[in-house]
Nanobody, 124 residues
């Protein structure tokens, strides 16, 4: 089992920036990658980005491409999501999740281990 804990959320004005952090622990050797999802009130959980733990290959949702950057530091067991050019529609609870690599990477069902989430609020 892998444990993930998010931090770094907060309130920011539109076009501002935030960096989210995800601390990873446990059976990281069994993990293919880590992703960020988000969920706004009344909406389904939405894929944001994924990074593979080994080679560091990345995937982004179209809605964040060019604005968000995912990275990982294996020496610190950390995954980061740098969010620039934030928009009010980015407001959501952001979740970190780990996957063994089975299934579709953009599908929440492909992820076994989830954090509690960190709230990001972007004001206009």
């Amino acid at each position: 089992q892998v444990q993930v804990v998010e931090s770094g959320g907060g309130l920011v004005q539109a076009v501002g920036s935030l960096r989210l952090s995800c601390a990873v622990s446990g059976r990281t050797f069994s993990m293919y990658g880590v992703a960020w999802f988000r969920q706004a009130p009344g909406k389904e959980r939405e894929f944001v980005s994924q990074i593979s733990w080994g080679p560091g290959s990345t995937i982004y949702a179209d809605s964040v491409k060019g604005r968000f950057t995912i990275s990982r530091d294996r020496t610190k067991n950390m995954v980061y999501l740098q969010m620039n050019g934030l928009k009010p529609e980015d407001t959501a609870n952001y979740y970190c999740a780990a996957t063994p690599g089975l299934g579709i990477p953009t599908n929440p069902r492909s992820y076994n281990d989830w954090g509690q989430g960190t709230q990001v609020t972007v004001s206009s």
